[in-house]
């Protein structure tokens, strides 16, 4: 059975800084996605960035990054020019076109400094 | 679009009693699912269709029921609810089952 792993429970960050959201999954596919999603103190979870395992290259969406490590089975996520209003809860999630369902981590929550 | 709605959006239910949770999408989307989340806690998949009219289960469905008589509706029921339910409730929904999820805003139920 896939896994999905989060091992950081709670990360803070200081307004404007960079930080990095670590995330390990176990699969034995080949073809897979893996997302990030997130969810604020409102409990609407929304989709934060999306990667398809065959593709080499790192998605991006504006401040959002991912260091995708095949090899590794590592798909952190990276927040940029961090604001107040990302803070939240953030999810790491896991799929493939044989599971029937996404596997999702047990979430890092990220406090945002002022 | 309203994407997917939720109700009710909270309730307090006796122990005992029976409650069907609604789901509604309007993304024509093949897949849905419902999920629980006890309070700081993650998500746990409970049940799950592929489309509609087949279920499964997910990892605590027992205590739960679930149909998919078409492709918009996914209700999920409580037969005879206990305090161990206390959570919040997301439907969610997805084109395929490996594609992203489109979450609902979640119903908070408390079992007294």
């Known amino acids: 059975a896939q896994t999905v792993t989060q091992s950081q429970p709670e990360m803070s960050v200081q307004e404007a800084e960079t930080v990095t959201l670590s995330c390990t999954y176990d699969t034995s596919e080949s073809d897979y996605y893996l997302f990030w999603y997130k969810q604020p103190p409102s409990r609407q979870m929304i989709l934060v960035i999306r990667?398809?395992?065959?593709?080499?290259q790192n998605a991006t969406e504006n401040r959002f990054s991912v260091n995708f490590q095949k090899a590794a089975k590592s798909f952190s996520l990276k927040i940029s020019d961090s604001q107040l209003g990302d803070a939240a809860m953030y999810f790491c999630?896991?799929?493939?076109?044989?599971?029937?369902?996404?596997?999702f981590g047990d979430g890092t929550t990220l406090t945002v400094k002022p | 679009i309203a994407g997917i709605t939720q109700a009710p959006t909270s309730q307090i239910l006796a122990a005992g009693r029976r409650m069907t949770l609604r789901c509604t999408q309007d993304?024509?989307?093949?897949?849905m699912y419902w999920y629980r989340q006890d309070l700081g806690l993650g998500l746990r998949l409970i049940h799950y269709?592929?489309?509609?009219?087949?279920?499964g289960k997910g990892e605590v469905p027992d205590g739960y029921s679930v149909s998919r008589a078409n492709t918009d509706d996914f209700p999920l029921t409580l037969a005879s609810a206990v305090p161990s339910q206390t959570s919040v409730y997301f439907c969610a929904s997805s084109a395929y089952p490996w594609e992203t999820q489109y979450f609902g805003p979640g119903t908070r139920l408390l079992v007294l």
């Open positions: 993304m024509r989307h093949n897949a």
């Open positions: 990667q398809e395992a065959y593709k080499q």
């Open positions: 269709s592929n489309t509609a009219g087949t279920t």
């Open positions: 999630a896991y799929s493939n076109t044989n599971a029937g369902k996404s596997t």
